[in-house]
């Protein structure tokens, strides 16, 4: 069915998009003349986004030089949390904007001393759809699902599976006290992506944190 | 900072959402008309929309006499799971929109048979941002959290705690496994919006839905 309104939104979605890729561009030229790498850390709100942030910035110390741009509508909660463990996060707010853009990571950036750092991590806002159509000049898309979100989840945010360059399923710690078919996820990430990796990960006993910063470690092509 | 796309996007954004106002006056006048009562029930990828309407379905059968219309991306299982407990479901492909707008409500209404019905769900897609904003001729909005998001979801979703009429919190029966200071959540919820209750409840075990029900069945104001 054709909504008249489709006459006007979809030429301005378009624009806006078009808008976001040329500044992304530029983000995305200026963070690799700098030697950073970049994830887009995209998942819903409460998949543990920020518990896997602060343990990987715990267990990277030494060992990589972060820098994290935060995202959410309001308060400065993740950025605090964060800040525990990295001395060069920016929380940004965007107040009821529903996810990151290109020009919000530039302004970000140019607050951020970036010498010396090698790894950006950009924690999304929580949602699983928004977030994954607006390049941000990452060189990674990471898409986060929990256990406790259910099983179906790859299977009804198809857009984000499809863009992953690498799944985390989070939060294998609750397995016992949940019904996941994990096999039955998997099998629906293939469908849609044949070749991303898939991670099972717990931020909460470090379980299979090594194989995720193996991976941030790993040459990409 | 302001950007110079938002003097194109804003004003847009004003138009789409005038349109969809106008057409959920419509709506919610023809359901006033037939004594249908609706509910849209907005909560987060996972929070566990689909299993509470499920439990819900179950324990109204032969009490009240529901109809349910719920938004996907894709795929058609939460319609089919709710299709066991309901003869009038309608699954609603929103394709990459991230909400239900009031057009798809009208056009799903328009298929269903409402004789007789006097109480409508309609399970948002999951998402705590977008849906917010858009009137669906609901007379409430239930805002869905769950103990397995975290305790800080209140605070950094106050669109949603602001404009809703009731929120539950879900999986209640996972709170052994977890760290959740509901103390803390509830402190959140009333200082964006004092009045609106806060009914804890799990679709697994049951607990607390007889305060659900018996919220759906007291009459509003």
């Not at 308060?75 to 990151?100: F, K």
């Not at 009804?156 to 992953?164: D, E, I, N, Q, R």
Request: contains cysteine; aromatic residues 4%; hydrophobic residues 45%.
């Amino acid at each position: 069915m054709t909504d008249p309104r489709d006459a006007v939104r979809i030429p301005l979605v378009g624009r806006v998009l078009e808008a976001n890729d040329t500044i992304a561009a530029v983000v995305r030229d200026e963070l690799q003349a700098r030697g950073i790498f970049a994830v887009d850390l995209i998942g819903a709100p409460g998949s543990g986004k920020t518990a896997l942030l602060e343990a990987t910035l715990r267990t990277l110390a030494g060992r990589r030089r972060p820098a994290v741009l935060v995202g959410d509508l309001t308060t400065r909660r993740d950025g605090d949390r964060l800040a525990r463990w990295c001395d060069r996060v920016v929380q940004i707010s965007t107040g009821e904007g529903c996810h990151l853009e290109a020009g919000q990571v530039r302004d970000a950036l140019s607050g951020l001393d970036l010498d010396g750092v090698d790894l950006l991590f950009i924690e999304n806002v929580g949602n699983l759809i928004c977030p994954v159509g607006f390049d941000l000049g990452q060189n990674v898309k990471v898409g986060l699902f929990s256990l406790t979100e259910g099983d179906d989840k790859a299977a009804k945010h198809p857009y984000l599976v499809t863009a992953a360059d690498l799944i985390l399923l989070n939060k294998i710690d609750l397995a016992p006290y949940l019904t996941f078919d994990r096999a039955g996820f998997e099998a629906d990430v293939r469908l849609l992506n044949p070749t991303v990796p898939i991670l099972g990960v717990s931020s909460t006993t470090g379980e299979g944190l090594d194989g995720w910063l193996d991976w941030l470690d790993a040459p990409k092509v």
